[in-house]
């Protein structure tokens, strides 16, 4: 992998954090305790407001996941062991790196 190639992947990692940051600044609003008020909130409206919130929970723990691992990446750029299987050593192949950056094994390896 030439420093071309690195570089691109760098930006576009960086470009996905930003994103996931963007994702759960807005995200927040979702997380809030769900207030009990029976004057202003029916019990069905409460219900399915708990549903949002969990839902909401779980985004941002699936973007708190994909985050670490665009981060791992990163850090496997500056050592510069990043398209490199974990396992084997071999080249991860790009069109996977482009799919997925944070990916850490080939194709042969992840498929066991």
């Known amino acids: 992998m030439n420093e071309t190639d690195i570089t691109r992947f760098a930006a576009q990692i960086c470009a996905r954090l930003e994103e996931i940051e963007q994702e759960n600044r ?3 609003d979702g997380q809030a305790v769900v207030e009990l008020d029976q004057q202003s909130v029916g019990r069905l409206s409460r219900m399915d407001a708990l549903q949002n919130q969990a839902m909401a ?3 941002q723990v699936r973007r708190d996941g994909e985050a670490r691992g665009l981060r791992a ?3 496997r750029i500056d050592a510069g062991e990043f398209g490199y299987c974990e396992e084997c050593g071999e080249t991860i192949a790009s069109r996977r790196l482009e799919l997925n950056p944070a990916v850490t094994r080939c194709i042969g390896c992840a498929s066991g």
């Open 26 to 28: 807005l995200g927040r």
């Open 57 to 59: 929970k779980a985004q």
């Open 73 to 75: 990446a990163l850090a």
